[in-house]
């Protein structure tokens, strides 16, 4: 069975700095891994996704994540916070036949 | 243009009433998905259905039933709503399901309250 934790239920950080939201993952298979993210009152967006090809994997709006195998990683970064990237960020992963399963999500806070 | 829109967006219901939350997507996909997210932000897949045939159905109980009455639709009927069903329920549509892993693309979802 597949479960993914996300570390953190809330990072907040100053607008102009660097972002990072962790995610560990199990998996009993080489598993595809996705970061969405949820704009208050707003549906989910696909920031970026793994599929077994290059473990960096850059996504919209600056943000990349890196896949780690050895790790069971798939955390999210970004260099520079904007304040429009406030919002509840989730790390998924897929099982057979599209089933996703989500983390608990983290909220971003970004101060002026 | 809309890609996967769901009405409506807001419902507030007594409990024991029948309710249902229609979704369509026009990104010609085969398979759609229904998410229950609850207070706490946690999102959960309830169904799934690739081309009218229903290939997820998770531990939902059966006053949760879904209908698809072609591929660009699923609606979720609701019987006997309980105060726990309180949550905002997504709909969701990808290319294929199976071995290929394809992206989902998510509506706005619909805020359910029940009083």
């Known amino acids: 069975a597949q479960s993914v934790t996300q570390l953190d239920s809330h990072v907040s950080v100053s607008e102009g700095t660097p972002v990072l939201l962790r995610c560990n993952y199990s998996s009993s298979y080489s598993p595809s891994l996705f970061w969405y993210v949820q704009h208050p009152n707003k549906g989910l967006q696909l920031l970026l996704k793994y599929t077994s090809a290059a473990t960096l994997v850059k996504g919209i709006n600056g943000f990349e994540a890196e896949f780690k195998k050895s790790e069971t990683s798939f955390h999210l970064t970004k260099p520079s916070a904007h304040m429009s990237d406030a919002a509840e960020y989730f790390c998924v992963v897929e099982a057979a036949g599209n089933k996703l399963t989500f983390g608990g999500g983290t909220r971003v806070l970004v101060k002026p | 243009d809309t890609a996967v829109s769901q009405t409506p967006k807001y419902l507030v219901t007594q409990m024991g009433n029948d309710k249902s939350i229609k979704c369509e997507q026009n990104?010609?996909?085969?398979?759609m998905y229904w998410y229950k997210q609850d207070s706490k932000k946690f999102l959960k897949i309830m169904f799934s259905y690739n081309n009218k045939e229903l290939i997820i159905n998770e531990t939902v109980p059966n006053r949760f039933s879904p209908k698809s009455p072609d591929k660009a639709h699923l609606n979720l009927h609701i019987n006997s709503l309980e105060l726990g069903d309180s949550a905002v329920y997504f709909c969701a549509s990808s290319p294929s399901s199976g071995r290929t892993t394809y992206e989902q693309y998510f509506g706005p979802g619909t805020r359910l309250t029940v009083t």
């Open positions: 990104l010609g996909h085969d398979t």
